[in-house]
Nanobody
Framework: QRRLVESGGGLVQPGGSLRLSCAAS????????IHWFREVPGKEREGVAC????????TYADSVKGRFTISRDIAVNTAYLQMNSLKPEDTGVYYC???????????????WGEGTLVTVSS
């Protein structure tokens, strides 16, 4: 059963910004490490960002450091990925995932969203 739903993707020009949301239901996101991944055809799934369940420590792929920010809002049980200064190579389907391991990275994800498409193009 899908308990995570991503939204916020779309078409944006290079240099633009998007904020992705990952809304959780029937689970409490604060108990999980939250990961954002992205996929494009012909490329391996890439871990983009992660936030731990304990300290809230964040980890980012080198390719997005300084441009992307992962966060969570306990009150609305939603995680976010703020993406700034977007580049064409950021294009892909973005997925959120939650792991009870609580670590960044986690080896096993308990739940996955269905993905939201981000297209960066002029």
């Amino acid at each position: 059963q899908r308990r995570l739903v991503e939204s916020g993707g779309g078409l944006v020009q290079p240099g633009g910004s998007l904020r992705l949301s990952c809304a959780a239901s029937e689970i409490t996101l604060g108990l999980y490490a939250i990961h954002w991944f992205r996929e494009v055809p012909g490329k391996e799934r890439e871990g983009v960002a992660c936030i731990t369940s304990t300290t809230g420590s964040t980890t980012y792929a080198d390719s997005v450091k300084g441009r992307f920010t992962i966060s969570r809002d306990i009150a609305v049980n939603t995680a976010y990925l703020q993406m700034n200064s977007l580049k064409p190579e950021d294009t892909g389907v973005y997925y959120c995932a939650a792991s009870l391991w609580g670590t960044c990275p986690s080896e096993f994800m308990n739940y996955w969203g269905e993905g939201t498409l981000v297209t960066v193009s002029s």
